[in-house]
């Protein structure tokens, strides 16, 4: 560390309870779709950030019991001593780079639907399961709340078995029996746990000074807290009980992790949240009440934001959940001066996505997350080259600027041809629709790399075709032409029964939005079978331009892709509130003239909608032309990557270009022998 670093504040060490962060970097507890099912993998995840420099790291939110069974979802468990060595391979993971290893108990309540285990669900009141399951859960008497604080005390020892140094009581997210205690709606007892909010908030209480009681010699008692549920006077606010359950509770943790509710206020994207720092106004006075260290989050990825902060004394430690999946070296950046190098979050919240889907954790920004261990990856680190070999790689879209930016760090010569007049492919135009600006950064961060490197040459205004790479005699050449958005209205929907579209009718993509052209005056018909954002933010533009927009969808929600990013909601509000009419479970049929005509998707009723022009959100057509005359050449490598070998997310496109970059001159043999080390399940009875 050195006085003359800017930031020398956030290194400086933070006394949490009996132990130390070496710094103020704090990686919060957060979901990766690993959990208890791919603990290897999630151990290198968490160990990862360690070696960034986070001083504290947190695993996911970890089961106490059989009646707070999350599955399918893979979180943490810790049902009984069986689940300790697993948990072990991340606390040495983590301890193995000096950093502290936290981990995140909880009892789910109602949120827990034990699809696995049958057991019954527990909640403070008689109510329903908090998901669609079709269930309810049993009001806890006075045993039920008895027997849950022993589960908690006796997981709270088996995590200090496993390693742990900070454990969590874990009030947040409505997701947890203690915070639904202290929710007035989800509480009609009448008993001492009922009623007052001091008697709501015994439970929490109790959970505290159960663990301190257990633990609290050597580990520290941290509490996760939502302060703020986000609905105003309907719910708990950082104002009124939010304020005075800090001030009941305030010296009792010797930590406080202080967020908002529910996960989707949290975990907030850029699109509807688009500042860093957006929770500050509710942590501000927590400070100011306990004197123990209090951290905060809100996707914090400038490390200006982050010093104003502590010396404003709003937190005591950065909280990170987002900001450090993007880049899990943002402490060693910060501390080595290295500011240009983070790889800021783009709150696009595909990572949240991946915990929704079961799926191991991934990121648009960094394609090594969730593969360190399977894939041996390294966010900082790539294998250096091979050979003197030179390569070039064609589009600068989001697959091709990974690719060159990756093969260059490996040390090769790259020469990166883009046929527009600027770098970024979709992301440079989608970054331009409302709401997505943030998604320039994953543009923003490949270039400021590439322009400094001398083994590298960039080319925009260059669309090259067969013969003039033929000429640049590059013998590597890797073709990441992107793809363009389809006009015949072919999509999911659509697949079995073609739309007929009249040749007159005025017909617009996506691209043609995104290239500036407007559509015609009077109404316009958006169609998505695309299903997440794009119909959406382009709805979004034209109504605010003045267009009346009728957006139709074959599904029974807009943009219900969207649901695993947590933005569903907002979106379909945002366009109801935008005065757009639209039409779900519906399929389009034909476009004659000016009018649309879309049918119901279960009965095939048919609807008439005036229209004077249609924007078809469906599905691409990949841009392999240019792939394909490329194949009589002689090449030595030829390969296809990111959208125009197979469209998808610009996550899927970053993740293809760093692949095909790490593949580069390795054996064939060995990079098809196995896909990735799997976590495969011990048939050995327990
Ligand atoms: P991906 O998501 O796979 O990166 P994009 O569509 O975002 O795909 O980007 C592809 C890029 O390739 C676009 O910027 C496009 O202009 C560029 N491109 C397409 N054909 C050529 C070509 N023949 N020569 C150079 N660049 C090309
Ligand atoms: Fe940020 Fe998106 Fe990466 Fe999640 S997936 S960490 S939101 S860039």
Redesign the pocket.
């Known amino acids: 560390m050195s006085d003359a670093n800017p930031y020398a504040m956030l290194l400086e060490p933070v006394q949490i309870g009996p132990v130390t962060a070496r710094n103020r970097f704090y990686q919060v507890p957060h979901c990766t779709g690993l959990g208890h099912l791919r603990p290897r993998a999630d151990a290198a995840v968490r160990g990862m950030k360690a070696e960034g420099g986070w001083a504290v790291v947190s695993n996911q939110e970890t089961e106490i019991h059989p009646t707070s069974d999350l599955s399918p979802y893979a979180e943490g468990r810790l049902w009984d001593a069986r689940d300790v060595p697993a948990l072990w391979l991340m606390t040495d993971a983590v301890h193995a780079h000096g950093a502290l290893a936290a981990i995140q108990l909880v009892h789910n309540g109602n949120h827990a639907q034990n699809l696995l285990t049958r057991a019954p669900v527990l909640a403070p009141s008689e109510m329903s399961v908090d998901m669609t399951h079709p269930k309810q859960a049993q009001a806890m008497d006075k045993a039920d709340i008895r027997e849950f604080r022993r589960w908690h005390r006796e997981a709270a020892l088996r995590a200090k078995d496993a390693g742990f140094d900070i454990i969590y009581v874990y009030a947040g997210h409505n997701m947890t029996l203690a915070q639904h205690f202290m929710l007035p709606h989800m509480n009609q007892r009448s008993d001492e746990y009922g009623g007052s909010l001091e008697n709501r908030v015994r439970l929490t209480r109790e959970l505290l000074e159960d663990t301190h009681e257990a633990v609290g010699d050597s580990c520290a008692v941290a509490l996760r807290f939502a302060i703020d549920e986000m609905v105003g006077a309907d719910g708990m606010q950082a104002s009124e009980e939010g304020r005075a359950v800090v001030e009941l509770l305030a010296d009792l943790p010797d930590l406080w992790d202080v967020n908002v509710a529910d996960w989707s206020n949290d975990s907030a994207?850029t699109r509807f949240q688009p500042g860093d720092g957006y929770q500050n106004a509710f942590l501000s006075h927590v400070k100011q009440i306990t004197r123990k260290p209090v951290v905060g989050v809100g996707r914090l990825t400038s490390p200006d934001m982050m010093l104003s902060m502590v010396k404003k004394g709003i937190v005591d430690l950065i909280g990170a959940a987002?900001?450090s999946?993007?880049d899990p070296f943002i402490p060693k950046k910060i501390e080595e001066g290295r500011i240009d190098e983070i790889r800021e979050?783009?709150?696009?919240?595909?990572?949240?996505s991946s915990d929704n889907l079961g799926i191991p954790i991934?990121?648009?920004?960094?394609p090594t997350?969730g593969e360190e261990w399977r894939r041996g990856w390294h966010p900082e680190i790539i294998p250096p080259k091979k050979s003197n070999a030179d390569t070039l790689v064609i589009g600068g879209g989001p697959a091709g600027l990974e690719c060159a930016t990756q093969l260059a760090r490996r040390g090769y010569q790259v020469t990166l041809a883009e046929a527009s007049a600027e770098f970024g492919g979709r992301v440079a135009k989608e970054s331009k629709l409302p709401g997505l600006a943030a998604w320039s950064r994953v543009v923003d961060y490949r270039l400021i790399d590439l322009k400094q490197r001398g083994n590298v040459q960039l080319f925009t205004d260059s669309r090259l075709d067969g013969d003039q790479v033929a000429e640049l005699g590059v013998e590597h050449v890797f073709v990441a032409t992107g793809s363009h958005w389809r006009t015949d209205g072919i999509g999911r929907s659509t697949q079995r029964h073609m739309p007929q579209i009249e040749q007159t009718a005025k017909v617009l993509t996506p691209d043609d939005i995104m290239n500036g052209l407007l559509p015609p005056d009077g109404p316009v018909m958006i169609y998505d079978d695309d299903h997440i954002y794009l119909a959406g933010v382009i709805a979004e533009k034209l109504a605010t331009a003045g267009y009346q927009v009728v957006f139709v969808t074959p599904e029974s929600l807009v943009s219900t892709y969207a649901v695993n990013t947590l933005e569903q909601p907002r979106i379909q509000a945002r366009l109801i509130e935008l005065g757009i009419d639209i039409r779900c479970n519906q399929v389009l049929t034909a476009v004659k003239g000016d009018i649309a005509r879309i049918g119901c998707a279960f009965t095939g009723r048919e609807t008439d909608i005036p229209c004077a022009s249609t924007i078809l959100v469906t599905e691409r057509h990949r841009e392999t032309a240019l792939y394909d005359s490329l194949h009589g050449i002689g090449l030595k490598t030829l390969e296809l990557i990111g959208d125009a070998a197979s469209p998808g997310l610009i996550?899927d496109a970053v993740f293809a270009g760093h692949r095909a970059a790490r593949d580069f001159e390795r054996p064939k043999a060995e990079a098809d022998k196995d896909w990735f080390r799997r976590e495969i399940i011990d048939l050995e009875e327990t």
Not at 345 to 352: K, L, R
Not at 362 to 366: A, E, G, K, W, Y
């Open positions: 994207t987002r900001p999946i993007a979050c783009i709150g696009c919240n595909i990572c949240v991934r990121c648009t920004q960094n997350m996550v």
